[in-house]
T-cell receptor, first 112, second 115 residues
């Protein structure tokens, strides 16, 4: 089992819809969870981080964390074509080394 | 404030040659990470420096890879001799000292192609 799993997609949604991106992780002791966005040929950039169970909202983005199910998701409301990118889930596991472990990323395509 | 910078942005070398990648982290960031992304696969951790010390190098593929961070500032990653499977994008990231919830800032990456 991979440490951080994401469906590689592509996930295709129409403009204005809600895009739902999912990520599961294997280490139950994981403590911090990050969503990065990576445009083609560019470096990953942080969108949000979450470390408490529940929802965290920032503009059109909502991160959801369920530690019991070892599941973290990212919702993008009112999706725009400019949201088309690869979304990377990263997890900082227990153990104190603070090294982010990344999933494969989900490719999102928002079509007009 | 300058971000994480990597050099070169692209490198094409022949199998058996040596290549050295450089990363300049954000000033004051003690943590420096090297990652590699092979096409179609996830970004994989290579190693982690805290200042000049290698904290974790468990992700280094083999002894053809050598990373250094002299003086705790910039870091280099040398591949010698390069093999075809070393092709990929090598990312460097840095973060401030000792905080669990702090984001890692990424450089633009070096695309390495071994032919």
């Amino acid at each position: 089992q991979k440490e951080v799993e994401q469906n590689s997609g592509p996930l295709s949604v129409p403009e204005g819809a809600i895009a739902s991106l999912n990520c599961t992780y294997s280490d139950r002791g994981s403590q911090s969870f990050f969503w990065y966005r990576q445009y083609s040929g560019k470096s990953p950039e942080l969108i949000m981080f979450i470390y408490s169970n529940g929802d965290k909202e920032d503009g059109r983005f909502t991160a959801q964390l369920n530690k019991a199910s070892q599941y973290v998701s990212l919702l993008i409301r009112d999706s725009q074509p400019s949201d088309s990118a690869t979304y990377l889930c990263a997890v900082i596991r227990s153990g104190g080394s603070y090294i982010p472990t990344f999933g494969r990323g989900t490719s999102l395509i928002v079509h007009p | 404030e300058a971000g994480v910078t990597q050099f070169p942005s692209h490198s094409v070398i022949e199998k058996g040659q040596t290549v050295t990648l450089r990363c300049d982290p954000i000033s004051g960031h003690d943590n420096l990470y090297w990652y590699r992304r092979v096409m179609g696969k996830e970004i994989k951790f290579l190693l982690h420096f805290v200042k000049e010390s290698k904290q974790d190098e468990s992700g280094m593929p083999n002894n053809r890879f050598l990373a250094e961070r002299t003086g705790g500032t910039y870091s280099t990653l040398k591949v010698q001799p390069a093999e075809l499977e070393d092709s990929g994008v090598y990312f460097c990231a840095s973060s401030p000292p000792g905080q669990m919830n702090t984001e890692a800032f990424f450089g633009q990456g070096t695309r390495l192609t071994v032919v």
